[in-house]
């Protein structure tokens, strides 16, 4: 079985920081893209960054130039660093992973989400 399980969100005043961190924990998997969506109060859930394991990017329109994805392979962890944060920012991020696992190709696997407020 494959779980993620992410950490770092909480309050932080507007124009502050926080660093997201998702780690993934099991076996017999390899993980492809991971990534992170938000999914605010009233609104649909939306990508907020993506990243393959060839490490390249994806970012919404709205938070490129703020915000920052990266992996550690050797740790199974993806991080989105957030900067200059607005409270539009403010949603339930939840943390993905697109795996092989044991036979399975493609497989989605979602975190809990952790809940990031941003005040103004």
């Known amino acids: 079985q494959v779980q993620l399980e992410e950490s770092g969100g909480g309050l932080v005043q507007a124009g502050g920081s926080l660093r997201l961190s998702c780690a993934v924990s099991g076996s017999s998997f390899s993980t492809n893209a991971m990534g992170w969506y938000r999914r605010a109060a009233g609104k649909q859930r939306e990508l907020v960054a993506s990243?393959?394991?060839?490490?390249?990017?994806n970012y919404a329109d709205s938070v490129k130039g703020r915000f920052t994805i990266s992996r550690d392979n050797a740790k199974n962890t993806v991080y989105l660093q957030m900067n200059s944060l607005k409270p539009e920012d403010t949603a339930v991020y939840y943390c993905?992973?697109?795996?092989?696992?044991?036979?399975?190709?493609?497989?989605?696997?979602w975190g809990q989400g952790t809940l990031v407020t941003v005040s103004s």
């Open positions: 993905y992973i697109n795996c092989n696992y044991r036979l399975m190709r493609n497989v989605e696997i």
């Open positions: 990243i393959t394991s060839g490490e390249s990017t």
